[in-house]
Every structure is written in C-alpha cells, then in structure tokens.
C-alpha cells in the first residue's frame, strides 16, 4: 500500500512538475572557456565550458578538450583530499565539456589583489602587506608537488583569496594543463612559470618569490631540494634562450 501511495505521488509530481529554467550569465571568457555564473540546487556555482576551437582538427579538439576537462577535474579533488582549497565540483557534463563547482563568493584574484596593494603602498610596505601571501602560496605548493599534483600553469590569475588576507584562504583553480607526475623537473618548470608570471605581471616581487620558495621548502621537505635544483637549471635554461635569441 506504502508502495502503491508512494509511485502514486511521483507519477502526480512529475506530472505537475514545471520544467524550471535556470539561467546562465557569460561572466568571463578566456582563450580556452567561458565562465558562466549560475545556481546549481540554490548554490552559487560557476560554469567553466571549454569550448570548440574551430582551428583544431575536430577530433583532435574533441579529445584534448575532454582530456583537459578531466585533468581539472581529477587534480580538484585530489587537492581537496589533501587540504588544498579549491572550488567544490558538482557536477561535470563530458558532452558539453562544462565543468558545475562552487563559485568562490567574496574573492580576488591574488593579480587583484598584489595590484591593489601595490598601488596603495610603497614598495617597503607593500612587500611586507604581501609576505603572508607569499608564504601561503608556498606552503600551498609545496603539499601540492608533495603529492605529486604539477598544476602546469601556475599564475596570479590561478589563485583567489577568500576573505581577509590574514584568513589565509588560498584557493587554486584552473588545473585543465595539471598531470600527476613525481619528476623534480615537471615539479620545478612549474615553480619557474610561476616565477615568470609573477615577476612579468607585478614589477619588484623578486623578495616575495624567494618567500614563496621559502615557504615550499619548508612544507615540501622530502623532495625541494631537488626541485630547487632543477628549477635553477631551468632559469639557466631561459637565461640561455634569451641570449641566444
Ligand atoms: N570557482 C570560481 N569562483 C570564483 N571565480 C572563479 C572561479 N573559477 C574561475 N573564476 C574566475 O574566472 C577566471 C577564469 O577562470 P579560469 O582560470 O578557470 O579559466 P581560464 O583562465 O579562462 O581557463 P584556461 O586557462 O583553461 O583557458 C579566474 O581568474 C577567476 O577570476
Ligand atoms: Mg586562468
């Protein structure tokens, strides 16, 4: 009877069920996706769709779009089961290549914020307002490369605050070039392309980096020196390629 009652119920729901329209609002749109705000189940959620890009070969697109898709995906939670913060994923539509997480409310791009700073302070005050971060930042990396986690592009961009600075709420994102890999190489070409990326967007951050380095070493005790080793060789590497031309 319980049985009966209870299909009886879903056949009326489903019948007087209106089909709810949930809207999608293009917030940002990079070289690779565009980014979505939207609500998933009463969420604040963000949208991330990798979409065609027509100067690829279409299957070739197909899979490296899917490959990317992923990568995100996988290197998330694998960050969250480790302690580092990054957006929640609800849910992922392989079809249309779009990754549902957590939209970080009340963050900055740590650009942002380095900018913001920068412009507020001169340069004594600003690289001390700014250590905290750097530290973070290290600490962060370091139990990432610890378990093996290479994001691949590592930038200011990639990285939100939540909060007050002080609340230490580093969040990572954009993980679709990350791979699993325990090479102090792929390990140090990731330091070194955040080293490039921090020094070519915000001028005089040389003192964070070496915070930044710090702070890794710290957290990542078992394998930095190695990786310090080889993100030396890897400057060595560009120093070259720039003489050279
Ligand atoms: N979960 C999120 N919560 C809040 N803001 C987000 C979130 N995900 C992305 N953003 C914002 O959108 C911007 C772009 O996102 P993301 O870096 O993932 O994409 P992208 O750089 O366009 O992608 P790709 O580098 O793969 O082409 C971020 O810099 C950030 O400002
Ligand atoms: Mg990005």
């Known amino acids: 009877m319980a049985n009966f009652l209870g299909s009886k119920t879903i056949i009326n729901l489903s019948k007087t069920k209106k089909k709810k329209k949930v809207s999608m609002e293009l917030w940002k749109q990079g070289a690779e996706a ?4 939207t609500n998933f189940y009463g969420k604040p959620c963000i949208v991330k769709e990798r979409f065609v890009k027509s100067y690829r070969h279409p299957s070739l697109d197909k899979s490296l779009t899917a490959h990317r898709v992923k990568s995100e995906v996988r290197a998330m939670l694998r960050c969250r089961m480790n302690g580092i913060l990054t957006p929640t994923v609800y849910f992922v539509n392989m079809d249309t290549s779009c990754i549902y997480m957590e939209e970080i409310q009340d963050s900055v791009t740590v650009k942002d914020y380095i900018k913001s700073v920068q412009s507020s302070k001169n340069l004594t005050e600003a690289v001390k307002t700014l250590t905290p971060l750097a530290q973070t930042i290290g600490n962060t990396l370091g139990i990432m490369h610890k378990q093996n986690i290479v994001h691949g592009d590592l930038t200011t961009s990639n ?14 994102i954009d993980f679709g070039l990350s791979f699993f890999e325990n090479l102090s190489e792929d390990k140090g070409v990731d330091l070194y392309v955040l080293e490039r990326a921090l020094l070519s967007t915000h001028p005089n951050t040389e003192k964070l980096f070496d915070v930044i380095l710090q702070a890794y070493c710290k957290s990542n005790d078992t394998g930095s020196k190695e990786v310090t080793a080889k993100l030396e060789e890897v400057r060595m590497r560009g120093r070259k390629r720039t003489m050279v031309g």
Not at 159 to 172: A, C, F, H, T, V
């Open 34 to 37: 565009k980014i979505y705000k």
């Open 159 to 172: 990285m939100l605050l939540r909060g007050e600075p002080s609340d230490n709420k580093l969040y990572l």
